[in-house]
């Protein structure tokens, strides 16, 4: 156990003993045992014991101690004004972090201060902005299994839920297999996982974080109960017990870290720049709901293109595959030139869920050409966009009463831009940007009831006054016309008291402690009439107030105190009312984000030269796949470097497994990778880097890289390798794309071959999947001339006096060899060590030989044979000094069909 977690043990053990505000300490420690409490005191987070110290080492804040009457208690605060940042370090080193406010006024109460944990902050129930990436959603699962019901016989299915705190994104899934629900948990990648008694740990990876929660939370008809209090009958809308379950327990999960027990604005700024200093009672506000989640949108993996987590990584969609490998060389990076937050999100949804039909994916398609044909519309679009804010955790704020002035600003300000959006788009061709423009609802009532109610430039503080416009209420008015009243009196008062008194040093001023008074100076003490009244004596003059003074001031601070808090209650209610608009905000959200991620990929298509891809009928290739490249380019490739050489493919059911061969670093694992990238980008909607291309939607791509070549990827046993290559075996199909790149390669050369040999006969024969197979096994290509619908492309390099030029150009047939010795050579290896190598490589058959290796280095065969003694006379009699590279190679073959004979 954790000794920042739980009840402090030198606490515990005189619990009862403890200063009342210990012992709150003590009892929220007990009650949210798995989280680090932040405890309120003044201005100042505490924490106490174990976990000050834990704190303090972490956080590298000072550690002091407490003391009461019970004994010393080690002590670490953080100030309440920039917690967010302490907050985030806490999250990272792996804590939950429940904040413990103050709720009550210190001078409400005779007694100890009320505390209550307001928020539970954890890496998946994010809403602070601080703490988010604004481009990309941040999830929490929920995982659990479904039973079999009368109605649902074959219900035993895992079934995933998802839910973005921060936006209100709610999506639910359930499959039959744990490993196509581990699938969608690498797609979305949350950061946290709710699991009930019976969730299998093995689909969540390492870096998500494993919340255990309630059991009863996981009950079906509880959960069932949570689900419909939002969103209507579970059994219409999801379709297993299992999402019900999912979906129920997340949704407790969401309210509890909302902190279910005290609702509204809390003192202490727990959230900055809304320090609230008049809290709304506890259950004044709707219970624990959160009113900002209004959709849950259910969907079958199947829908979408699978990507499973090796292929997300392999394809680069989000993360570069090098270890050192620049942050923008991945697919996103390329493809996002998104003006807001909201875009930038959705085409980050939509490349992790790429398309399977047809006619939807036209329709992105035939959005993108018309705006790629009008860079006016595209850039103004752009331009505009980018005064949009983050609408989705704007009203999620709004929603929670989280927001301040300055937020329903934001609000208006985004609203204003939406008009002129629907002027972009008033010419609007195709189905798509026509239904755009529709969903753009400037929604002129929230509008103009902001920009009525909230001034231009609001302070950050909503309790203290200038929010409220002039002209919104009547009241408000009449007690600021009060107050401003009573200051003109007192401002005009100086003047009225010198000339009655004849004192011209006379002045009135002001001070926190005593108020308004007169000051009159010692000399001019004998002027001074009845009326006044000493306050204060100084040095060299005497302050006094006056009756009517004072009845006035106390008027002004009466109105003042009581127009701040009437902006208050208006502001509240402007609040409430905008937050009763929340699926309207939410759909033009939805829509705003479609047009951003619209126009992005239609900028990037315009400026990289991409061309609109046709997409063939699904049934159009015999239920196999079509896939037909001219010009092709790696998207990702092309921008990391001055020229790239534009490559074709042709894949149809009668050439659909391709043995490319080639020596290293001719471009066979690029080559590969962009024709899977074209068929991921013409299906998220994008044009795709070619001259032309025609394609099949694929349903799933499967990537395979070969151990050695994934050292990066920590994944260097065969055993992995193997592993992965089972579930392509029992999970491809004709309508999968599958990338082999090198498999085979961890073990000994005759081993990897046959294994090799087998996959790619099954993958012909049974799977009939379209396959790319970038290998060193040369025999393969032989294969392929046996199989029907198997054929060759290899790298062709070009070398003069032994040095290599690549051409990165593919062509049909096989590779003649390997050359590795000269990828040595051009990569700057010594030139003894490449002469060394070249005597050792010239015995081994070049298909062995990618590098030279320590196996070259003695005359056995790396199958174990002895080297036959004539084969050995005629590979020592050979000059090697005087061979040129093609001779070389000749010798080689006619050395190799000796031994074979
Ligand atoms: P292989 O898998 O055959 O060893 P890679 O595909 O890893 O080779 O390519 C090696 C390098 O060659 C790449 O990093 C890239 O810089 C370059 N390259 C590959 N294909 C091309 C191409 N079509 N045009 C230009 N350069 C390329
Ligand atoms: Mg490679």
Not at 218 to 228: K, L, M
Not at 324 to 339: N, S
Not at 504 to 528: Q, R
């Amino acid at each position: 156990m954790d000794p920042a977690l739980g009840p402090p043990d030198a606490m515990a053990e005189k619990r009862d003993e403890l200063t009342p505000m210990m012992r709150q300490y003590h009892d929220l420690c007990a009650r949210y045992d798995d989280a680090l409490v932040l405890f309120q005191v003044g201005d100042f987070y505490e924490t106490f014991c174990g976990a000050a110290e834990r704190s303090a080492r972490l956080l590298e804040i000072a550690l002091t101690s407490r003391e009461d009457s019970t004994g010393e208690y080690p002590m670490a605060g953080i100030p309440i004004d920039n917690a967010e940042s302490y907050i985030e370090d806490l999250l990272e080193a792996g804590y939950r972090v429940a904040v413990a406010d103050q709720v009550e006024e210190p001078g409400e109460t005779s007694g100890v201060v009320e505390r209550a944990v307001t928020r539970i902050v954890t890496p998946g129930t994010l809403t602070e902005d601080e703490l988010l990436a604004s481009d990309d959603n941040n999830f929490v699962a929920a995982i659990a299994r479904g039973r079999g019901t009368d109605t649902r016989p074959a219900d035993d299915e895992l079934a995933l839920a998802l839910l973005d705190v921060s936006t209100g994104d709610f999506l639910a899934t359930s499959s039959p297999s744990d490993e196509a629900i581990a699938d969608e948990v690498s797609r979305f990648a949350p950061a946290e996982a709710v699991v009930g008694p019976d969730a299998p740990a093995d689909v969540l990876p390492e870096e998500c974080m494993v919340t255990p929660f309630d059991d009863r939370a996981f009950d079906r008809d509880s959960a069932g109960e949570t689900v419909s209090g939002y969103f209507g009958d579970p059994d219409a809308l999801l379709a297993s017990d299992g999402e019900i379950r999912a979906c129920g327990a997340l949704l407790a999960y969401a309210e509890y870290a909302r902190g279910g027990e005290h609702e509204g604005e809390r003192g202490g700024g727990a959230e900055r720049g809304d320090a609230a200093d008049s809290p709304v009672a506890a259950g004044e506000s709707e219970g624990d709901r959160l009113e900002y989640l209004t959709h849950l949108t259910r969907y079958d993996p199947r829908e979408y293109l699978l990507l499973d987590a090796v292929a997300l990584r392999s394809l680069e969609l989000f993360e570069p595959r090098a270890v050192r490998g620049r942050e923008d060389a991945t697919l996103v990076g390329v493809l996002d030139e998104t003006a807001c937050a909201l875009g930038g999100r959705k085409l980050r949804d939509w490349l992790r869920r790429p398309l399977l039909e047809p006619h939807r994916i036209e329709a992105r398609h035939d959005a993108v050409e018309e705006l790629t044909g009008s860079v006016q519309t595209r850039e103004h679009c752009h331009e505009l966009l980018r005064d949009v804010y983050d609408l989705e955790r704007l009203i999620g704020r709004i929603s929670r009463e989280r927001a301040n002035a300055r937020d329903l600003r934001s609000l208006r300000d985004t609203l204003a831009v939406v008009p002129e959006l629907r002027d972009q788009l008033a010419d609007a061709d195709c189905d798509r940007l026509i239904a755009l423009r529709d969903e753009l609802d400037p929604l002129a009532d929230v509008r103009d009831l902001i920009d009525d109610a909230v001034v231009a430039d609001p302070p950050i503080e909503i309790t203290e006054g200038g929010i409220v416009a002039e002209d919104y209420d009547a009241d408000l008015d009449d007690l600021r016309g009060t107050a401003r009243d009573g200051k003109q009196w007192i401002d005009d008062l100086e003047a009225r008291e010198r000339e009655r008194t004849g004192v011209d040093s006379l002045k009135v001023g002001y001070n926190s402690v005593h108020g308004y008074y007169i000051e009159v100076t010692n000399p001019n003490l004998d002027a001074v009439p009845e009326n006044y009244q000493r306050r204060q004596t100084l040095k060299n003059s005497e302050r006094f107030v006056t009756p009517e003074l004072k009845e006035r001031e106390d008027e002004i601070v009466g109105a003042e105190e009581r127009a701040d808090e009437r902006e208050y209650e208006l502001f509240c209610d402007v609040r409430r009312t905008v937050a009763d608009e929340v699926e309207r905000v939410q759909r033009l959200a939805d829509a705003l984000a479609t047009l951003d991620a619209l126009v992005s990929l239609a900028t990037v298509a315009a400026q990289y030269d991409y061309c609109r891809p046709e997409i063939l009928d699904r049934e159009a290739a015999d239920g196999g796949l079509e896939i037909a490249i001219e010009g092709g380019r790696h998207p990702v490739v092309e921008r990391t470097q001055e020229s790239f050489v534009p490559n074709g493919a042709r894949l149809s059911p009668e050439r659909r497994l391709a043995v490319i061969t080639g020596p290293n670093m001719s471009g066979k694992s690029t080559y590969m990778r962009q024709v899977a990238q074209i068929a991921l980008l013409a299906q998220v909607g994008s044009f795709v880097p070619a001259r032309a291309a025609r394609l099949t939607p694929v349903d799933r791509i499967f990537t395979r890289v070969g151990a050695s070549d994934d050292i990066a990827g920590g994944r260097s046993t065969f055993m992995v390798e193997m592993d992965e290559l089972a579930t392509i075996l029992r999970d491809a199909d004709e309508r999968s794309l599958v990338l082999l790149d090198e498999v085979g390669r961890g073990t000994s050369t005759a081993d990897g071959l046959a294994i090799a040999q087998a996959i790619t006969e099954h993958l012909h024969d049974e799977v009939g999947a379209t396959t790319l197979f970038a290998t060193h096994h040369h025999p393969l290509t032989e294969l392929a001339d046996d199989l029907s619908a198997a054929f060759t492309l290899h790298f062709a390099v070009d070398q003069t006096d032994g040095e290599v030029v690549f051409h990165h150009e593919i062509e049909p047939g096989a590779a003649t060899g390997s050359y590795g010795v000269e990828v040595a050579t051009a990569a700057g290896v010594p030139e003894a060590v490449v002469d060394r190598s070249r005597e050792l490589v010239e015995p081994a058959t070049p298909a062995e030989t990618d590098a030279p290796t320590a196996d070259a280095a003695t005359t056995q065969y790396a199958d174990g044979g002895e080297l036959p003694a004539d084969v050995a006379a005629e590979l020592r009699a050979l000059d090697v000094g005087h061979l040129t590279p093609v001779d070389a190679l000749t010798e080689l073959d006619r050395l190799q069909r000796l031994l074979e004979e």
